[in-house]
């Protein structure tokens, strides 16, 4: 996916904000996502970019957003981030099996208007390796709102490069 792609897929006038925000990246990867989040964030902004095998540099600032990268383990590892305004997490939730339990660690976290973007396969079935733990659009929804999240919006859908189905992005917030 090329980042054009990327920043059309998690389209949403709900991330922008006027004052610089915080969030974090949890499974950045190579930062395509991340970079496409700092599109729509004001200057001033900061990215905490967490993955175990994180290749971002810290200079990076796209579009005066601050990148601040960290080698963590985001299931296994105390996360040790402030209060966030939001949680991207661009194809890593698949990767979570105790996803009510993940959730209940994530919300520590964010702050009370805190919300989360999520890009995810959209399937409960597993492929080994590449997507243990799956989560279709349906599921996700089901999980946000038992965890006392009030709205789920799929901002847009796109054919997995794989052939198995369609990539999603979500927004959820509490409103």
Same mark, same amino acid.
């Given at each position: 996916?090329?980042?054009?792609?990327?920043?059309?897929?998690?389209?949403?006038?709900?991330?922008?904000?006027?004052?610089?925000?915080?969030?974090?990246?949890?499974?950045?990867?190579?930062?395509?996502?991340?970079?496409?989040?700092?599109?729509?964030?004001?200057?001033?902004?900061?990215?905490?970019?967490?993955?175990?095998?994180?290749?971002?540099?810290?200079?990076?600032?796209?579009?005066?957003?601050?990148?601040?990268? +960290?080698?963590?383990?985001?299931? +296994?590892?105390?996360?040790?981030?402030?209060?966030?305004?939001?949680?991207?997490?661009?194809?890593?939730?698949?990767?979570?099996?105790?996803?009510?339990?993940?959730?209940?660690?994530?919300?520590?976290?964010?702050?009370?208007?805190?919300?989360?973007?999520?890009?995810?396969?959209?399937?409960?079935?597993?492929?080994?390796?590449?997507?243990?733990?799956?989560?279709?659009?349906?599921?996700?929804?089901?999980?946000?709102?038992?965890?006392?999240?009030?709205?789920?919006?799929?901002?847009?859908?796109?054919?997995?490069?794989?052939?198995?189905?369609?990539?999603?992005?979500?927004?959820?917030?509490?409103?």
């Amino acid at each position: 996916m090329q980042l054009s792609e990327a920043i059309q897929l998690i389209r949403n006038d709900q991330i922008s904000a006027a004052t610089p925000s915080v969030w974090a990246d949890l499974g950045c990867g190579s930062g395509l996502f991340t970079f496409a989040l700092a599109h729509y964030l004001p200057a001033g902004s900061r990215i905490y970019a967490l993955d175990q095998n994180n290749p971002l540099k810290p200079e990076i600032r796209p579009n005066g957003v601050e990148v601040v990268p +960290r080698q963590k383990d985001f299931v +296994r590892d105390e996360l040790e981030l402030p209060a966030l305004d939001g949680i991207l997490m661009a194809n890593a939730l698949h990767y979570v099996a105790d996803k009510p339990g993940f959730l209940r660690k994530l919300q520590t976290y964010l702050k009370p208007n805190g919300r989360f973007l999520i890009v995810e396969y959209d399937t409960d079935k597993p492929v080994p390796t590449w997507v243990p733990y799956p989560i279709s659009f349906a599921s996700l929804t089901r999980l946000v709102t038992t965890a006392g999240y009030s709205t789920i919006e799929k901002l847009g859908e796109r054919p997995s490069r794989y052939g198995t189905g369609n990539m999603y992005a979500a927004f959820i917030t509490r409103t």
